[in-house]
């Protein structure tokens, strides 16, 4: 079986959207030419400028969480190889927006020509720089999918989320060197958080 068939057995993919968007959306094609090999590798690949392609479990959990569906609004920071983005422009599909921040100039050009070669790019705007700089009080989302960890949820990203909205941010978990997966979701101005241990992300810069 290959590897988007052992998560399904595994029932970490479990939603049919998500699990089509992972079986179309390869992750080889997102992967440095000499690591293409071990797309099927349930594990994080180097991708440069000390960054990673997420391991796959990892990322189908996030996707699993945030339950993206079509017509929504997502934003994606640190999309790094890009292989996130295309996900999610599978999954919001010609009525929907991905807005995809990358601050690292060389991994920003990489990811969006990955993107681009897959022809997933017409939904998608491309932001080069810090997320800060790009999150205004005007621009919220249905969605907002961090792939670093943080040292604390940004109160930024929360209030940058429409009503229903959900955040999925990994957090810093004391001195341990794990991170926590948080599932943050707005209902008008309370925000419910929920928690998922035991994960490991480079660090949100």
Do not use: Y
């Amino acid at each position: 079986m290959g590897l988007v068939d052992d998560l399904i057995e595994a029932k970490i993919l479990q939603t049919d959207e998500v699990i089509a968007a992972f079986k179309i959306v390869d992750r080889a094609n997102f992967l440095p030419a000499e690591l293409k090999d071990s797309s099927e590798e349930n594990v994080p690949i180097p991708i440069g400028e000390g960054q990673t392609n997420s391991q796959p479990m990892t990322v189908a959990q996030m996707f699993e969480l945030a339950a993206v569906r079509p017509g929504e609004e997502v934003l994606d920071i640190g999309f790094g190889s890009g292989w996130t983005t295309a996900l999610l422009a599978k999954l919001v599909g010609d009525s929907g927006r991905v807005v995809a921040v990358e601050i690292v100039p060389k991994l920003f050009e990489q990811g969006k020509a990955n993107v681009v070669k897959m022809n997933l790019a017409s939904n998608v705007e491309f932001l080069e720089g810090s997320w800060e700089d790009h999150i205004k009080e005007s621009k919220i989302f249905d969605c907002i999918i961090v792939s670093a960890a943080a040292a604390a949820v940004p109160a930024s990203l929360k209030t940058a989320l429409k009503d229903g909205g959900r955040l999925i941010i990994p957090v810093e978990e004391g001195v341990s060197g794990d991170h926590v997966l948080v599932k943050i979701t707005r209902t008008g101005d309370e925000f419910h958080q929920e928690e998922f241990p035991g994960f490991q992300f480079v660090s949100l810069v």
